[in-house]
């Protein structure tokens, strides 16, 4: 599959010389509601031989679209239900009360959405706060309902565009569907490794995987330099320093796109500089402005480079630029300096909409406050009835210019017809021999020894142990230690211990020979093994890997992304 065009500067020229046609002429007044087209009708620029510049064909087709479609196309919210048609009585309560709806199809035909979010639970997830209900249970399940979800898309005025569908597929502990594809590791274990090819090619093959099930738009990766100990962004970051996270962040982003599925870098204009969690409280962010542009701006810059096609912006007050105001509605950071200073010219998306930073605000003002601040794509609104029709009244009264709400539509559907035309990978490429290996290679080239020897296999019989609530894991590691030849016995052998997310000093085994910390590497300051070693992820794919630099069949080259008082990144020499 040919790589898709991923030059958001570049084609921010042209949509906003074709923007500014739509809208010339166009005072503060908004203009009437033009009728909706027969959705058969769609005057875009047919795809058939060689297609027309996305940017051309966004704003053709946005010159058809009555101001109801463009509200529409704005929104991207969460909806109950594994299926587009059928949904038990549970999940047609939950769609009523977010949107007056019985299911996710009757959302998408009377709201004109231009997107939906799969959402999901995962273990450890530290996201779990903002996730009302899950889509996703296994890769048919899921290609069956985006086939549906797309059908309703096709039937509006916009259906020419693709219909947007994305999740949150960072790997590691933001990871919504974990079954039957290839895992990839953490963030912060690409960091360990250090190799932008290899996240290039794992990220491809999580792409391609995404694009299989018909998700087009994944928000990731994460951009977040993680110059605090957050639990929240944690492992999901690539490390504490900007200049190797900014090589692994285009790696994923290049990855991701070459398969079809747009890159959303996140969360701009950077978590990591917090520890606090921004889906509870406002964390503040107070850290000088050349502290910004040294370390928390240069992975988005990275990214931007790469050619992602959207941004996702932030709930953090950021006393140097705009103190007060959050990220999200800051106009001073996302058009000043997001779209100014960085030159981003693709889709701006919000943080979840529901989380507490946002709610302060009723669903309809805080719409309309984001689009005015700079972005363009309203993520996961706590009320989509009460969005939509605060975009449309601030419309009528004027407090929404219409070429603003014009120039977001244009670029949502630039971005859809950057995805267009390309048909989807077969079913076949999930978790196939191909895609593994990608995984593996990077969760190998991950591992990471900070105390003992570089290398040294265990002796005699394994014992695994973990901290509470880790048995899957445990046993992923036990069952890939015999494959690798390592006997394992339920006690008095060597004893390796594992440690997770969440865990703390009192989690550790004192009378372990081995320490394994599976998320961030802070906890081993506080451990007494002689060895110990870091994979930063406990999917199964680093449990592989560890297994092999336990039996002595692979070497560690990993280097810890974060600094851990009295502990080396590495042992192993270079």
Not at 181 to 188: G, I, R
Not at 321 to 330: E, K, L, M, R, W
Not at 342 to 355: A, C, E, P, Q, Y
Request: aromatic share 4%; glycine share 10%; with cysteine.
């Amino acid at each position: 599959m040919g790589p898709v065009s991923t030059s958001p500067r570049r084609a921010g020229v042209a949509l906003a010389a074709l923007t500014a046609l739509l809208v010339s002429g166009c005072s503060a007044e908004p203009e009437r509601s033009r009728p909706a087209p027969s959705p058969s009708a769609s005057t875009a620029p047919s795809p058939a031989g060689t297609p027309a510049d996305p940017a051309a064909r966004a704003a053709a087709l946005v010159g058809t679209l009555a101001d109801e479609d463009l509200a529409g196309q704005v929104l991207m919210p969460y909806a109950y239900g594994s299926s587009a048609t059928k949904v038990t009585p549970a999940s047609a309560a939950g769609n009523r009360a977010l949107a007056g709806v019985d299911t996710p199809a009757e959302m998408i035909a009377k709201y004109r959405l231009g997107g939906l979010i799969l959402v999901g639970f995962s273990a450890d997830d530290p996201t779990a706060g903002n996730q009302a209900t899950t889509n996703v249970d296994n890769p048919a399940q899921v290609r069956d309902l985006t086939t549906g979800l797309r059908a309703a898309a096709a039937k509006l005025p916009a259906g020419a565009a693709p219909f947007l569908v994305g999740t949150d597929q960072e790997y590691g502990v933001v990871t919504r569907i974990t079954d039957g594809v290839t895992t990839l590791p953490s963030a912060l274990a690409a960091g360990a490794a250090d190799d932008p090819a290899l996240t290039e090619a794992a990220w491809r093959a999580a792409g391609t995987e995404l694009a299989a099930m018909g998700i087009n738009l994944d928000f990731a990766p994460v951009a977040d330099v993680l110059a605090t100990r957050s639990t929240v962004i944690g492992s999901r970051s690539f490390g504490a320093d900007p200049k190797r996270a900014s090589a692994q962040v285009a790696g994923a982003v290049k990855g991701l796109q070459s398969a079809g599925v747009a890159a959303s870098v996140k969360h701009f204009p950077g978590h990591g500089l917090s520890a606090a969690d921004s889906h509870k409280d406002l964390p503040v962010i107070g850290q000088p402005r050349k502290e910004l542009d040294a370390t928390a701006f240069p992975p988005f810059t990275a990214g931007i480079d790469a050619g992602t096609m959207a941004v996702m912006s932030a709930h953090l007050d950021v006393k140097a630029v705009d103190p007060g105001t959050p990220a999200t509605f800051s106009r001073k950071l996302l058009t000043d300096v997001l779209r100014g200073q960085l030159g981003f010219k693709g889709v701006v998306i919000t943080d979840g909409m529901n989380m507490a930073p946002a709610k302060r605000w009723s669903p309809g003002e805080a719409a309309v406050r984001a689009l005015l601040a700079g972005n363009d794509l309203i993520l996961m609104t706590p009320h989509v009835g009460q969005a939509y029709d605060g975009l449309l009244a601030a419309l009528r009264d004027g407090s929404l210019p219409r070429a603003r709400l014009v120039e977001a539509a244009t670029r949502v559907l630039t971005m859809k017809f950057q995805l267009a035309d390309r048909p989807a990978p077969a079913m076949s490429t999930l978790n196939s021999t191909e895609h593994r290996k990608a995984a593996q290679d990077l969760a190998a080239a991950a591992v990471t020894v900070l105390r003992g020897s570089c290398g040294a296999p265990v002796r005699g019989p394994v014992t695994v142990t973990s901290s509470a609530g880790r048995d899957r894991t445990r046993a992923a590691l036990t069952e890939a230690l015999t494959a690798a030849g390592v006997t394992v016995v339920p006690s008095g052998g060597t004893k390796v211990h594992l440690v997770g997310y969440g865990d703390g000093a009192g989690d550790l085994s004192a009378d372990a020979t081995v320490t394994v910390a599976m998320d961030t590497p802070y906890v081993l300051e506080k451990a007494t093994s002689p060895t110990l070693l870091a994979t930063y992820s406990s999917s199964r794919t680093s449990m592989t890997a560890l297994a092999d630099v336990l039996a002595g069949r692979q070497r560690p080259g990993g280097r810890s992304p974060v600094r851990v008082p009295g502990l080396p990144a590495t042992t192993c020499a270079a």
